[in-house]
């Protein structure tokens, strides 16, 4: 059975953790993996899409003359929400469930699909999380001209680490 590596382990960790959390705190919040499937979605008033993709990763060598290094991978959570307000209640709201720490999971794949009947669900360790950028996306042109998905930005940048050498 093919097993995730660590960067798609870490993506979709995120994604399985904001997803768990919206559905009990939240309404009309969808979890995605990809700008591509963000543009699918038709959002309504009210209704918001937050995407989550790994971006750069920095490894650092645990010492000199060794081949052994430390992974931090920054996590990019993009948040597209139909107002101004929300868009500043869900950064907040992330950054509160996410600033310490969640789970790590090491998924397993059956015929290119997460094997949830493998033990996906159990946690492996767990995502540190170093810092935070939190950043509001602005195109500088009137919103009214804007699509729809681009009015109301925000992203936050995750610098993370799962705490164990490679």
Not at 32 to 49: C, L, N, P
Not at 113 to 133: F, M, N
Request: with cysteine.
């Amino acid at each position: 059975m093919p097993v995730y590596r660590a960067s798609r382990n870490i993506e979709a960790s995120f994604i399985d953790f904001l997803t768990t959390n919206f559905a009990l705190d939240w309404t009309d919040v969808t979890v995605e993996k990809s700008f591509a499937r963000v543009y699918k979605i038709e959002m309504a008033k009210g209704e918001a899409v937050v995407c989550v993709r790994l971006g750069t990763t920095e490894h650092e060598f645990i010492e000199v003359g060794s081949d052994s290094t430390w992974r931090f991978p920054n996590v990019l959570v993009d948040i597209f929400a139909t107002s101004d307000g929300q868009r500043l209640d869900l950064k907040d709201y992330i950054v509160s469930k996410i600033k310490g720490g969640l789970p790590y999971y090491e998924y397993v794949t059956t015929n290119g699909a997460v094997d949830w009947s493998s033990g996906a669900t159990e946690q492996s360790g767990r995502i540190r999380v170093l810092s935070i950028d939190d950043t509001p996306i602005n195109f500088d042109n009137d919103k009214n001209i804007l699509n729809k998905y681009d009015r109301y930005r925000h992203l936050l940048t995750v610098q993370t680490n799962i705490g164990q050498v490679e």
